[in-house]
């Protein structure tokens, strides 16, 4: 089966995957974690069926364990693609900070392609830290309040 397959499924194809995917996720998760993990897939496929951008308020982020949120990203995997074999695997930071991404099985046992994937994002990420400690820079310099 291709990434193709999955085009023409319906809103409510997906639903039931989703649904599927939470019971079995139920059933091994301790309840207080699968309601954390309920309340935000509830918050972001509704922000997604309004077509609106926006945060997801998981409120206290130590209650947003790694295995939440492994679980939530395969959740929004099947959402967005309606495909049930991703794979989550660790990128950490370049500080060493953890980050997952969503990958696809293929990509998951190819050792030298996830290389390359977490080369990309360090370089991102390392980018990006660059441009956030200018940024800074140059807000203090300008003298801009950004409490507000």
């Known amino acids: ?23 079995s996720v ?7 974690e699968f309601e954390t993990l309920r309340q935000a897939v509830h918050e972001m496929v509704h922000l997604i069926a309004d077509g609106r ?5 998981t409120g206290d982020r130590e209650n947003f364990t790694d295995t939440i949120q492994k679980e939530f990203l395969t959740v929004m995997a099947i959402v967005m693609t309606g495909r049930m074999d991703h794979q989550v695997v660790d990128i950490p930071g370049p500080d060493g900070s953890p980050g997952y ?15 390359k994937l ?3 994002f360090h370089d991102w990420a ?11 820079g140059i807000t203090r310099a ?7």
């Open 126 to 136: 390392t980018e990006r830290e660059t441009i956030d400690t200018e940024l800074d």
């Open 142 to 148: 300008s003298g801009i309040d950004t409490d507000h």
């Open 53 to 57: 951008e926006g945060f997801l308020e």
């Open 118 to 120: 977490r080369e990309t």
């Open 26 to 32: 139920k059933a091994r998760m301790p309840a207080e």
């Open 1 to 23: 089966m291709n990434d193709n397959d999955h085009a023409d499924e319906t809103p409510q194809e997906r639903i039931a995957k989703v649904a599927l995917y939470l019971e």
């Open 101 to 115: 991404a969503v990958v696809t099985p293929e990509l998951a046992n190819d050792p030298d392609e996830l290389a």
